[in-house]
């Protein structure tokens, strides 16, 4: 099965403070994302990463870094967090490729929430 | 752009039948998926579609008409443990999948 491991369920940060959102992947994947989901707005994707030292912003990168040193992990930083900022963070992977397969699904982490204050 | 339409909320008894439809208009495209998501938690995977026609997984089944950029999701013999949000979501050319809003399911006894 593949797993995908959001290190923090839940975290309080205050305006202006560094935040670090980690995300492992055990199946080998080349391709990883970062999307938020907030009510009445579906997931939203933030940045995604096709490979290490890659990535590419998405809808809504404002505010938002990441980082993909090694291929299993990729992180999300909001360098001065705020409090529009206060969402459910989900980290997803999926192998590489766009030729329609299955195998191609992107598979969930159980999600960050993120309260800032 | 990609536009994807699904409804906000619908409600259905146990034991019956619920079809969630998704209309969605993108460029280009390469394939339909359906995730459920409890409250709280993360999406999971249900189904795939990429060709027309009829997927069936056990309780519950996926359409596609791709010359209609239409969807549905069939959940039949409804559980209460089926509440939950549906998300529609549409992989273009370029791999990018882009989500629907999610029709939140509620099971009635």
């Known amino acids: 099965d593949v797993k995908v491991t959001q290190s923090s369920r839940y975290l309080v940060k205050r305006t202006g403070e560094k935040v670090f959102l980690e995300c492992v992947q055990d199946m080998d994947h080349e391709n990883m994302f970062w999307y938020r989901q907030d009510p009445g707005l579906g997931l939203r994707l933030i940045y995604f990463s096709y490979d290490v030292k890659m990535k590419e912003k998405g809808d809504i990168p404002e505010g938002y870094s990441v980082s993909r040193e090694k291929k299993e992990r990729f992180s999300l930083i909001l360098e001065s967090a705020s409090t529009n900022q206060t969402s459910m963070y989900l980290c997803?992977?999926?192998?590489?490729?766009?030729?329609?397969?299955?195998?191609?699904?992107?598979?969930f982490g159980e999600g960050s929430w993120l309260t800032v204050v | 752009g990609q536009n994807i339409d699904q409804p906000t909320e619908m409600t259905a008894t146990e034991g019956a039948i619920v079809q969630i439809n998704c209309t969605y208009q993108?460029?280009?495209?390469?394939?339909l998926f359906w995730y459920q998501q409890h409250a709280g938690e993360a999406p999971t995977f249900l189904s795939y579609n990429v060709l027309d026609g009829l997927e069936e997984k056990g309780r519950f089944s996926s359409f596609l008409s791709r010359s209609k950029g239409y969807s549905y999701l069939l959940l039949k013999e409804l559980q209460m443990k089926d509440s939950a949000s549906y998300l529609c979501a549409v992989r273009d050319q370029a791999n990018n999948l882009f989500f629907g809003t999610g029709t939140r399911l509620t099971v009635i006894p």
């Open positions: 997803a992977s999926s192998l590489a490729g766009g030729s329609g397969l299955a195998g191609n699904t992107i598979y």
């Open positions: 993108t460029s280009g495209f390469n394939g």
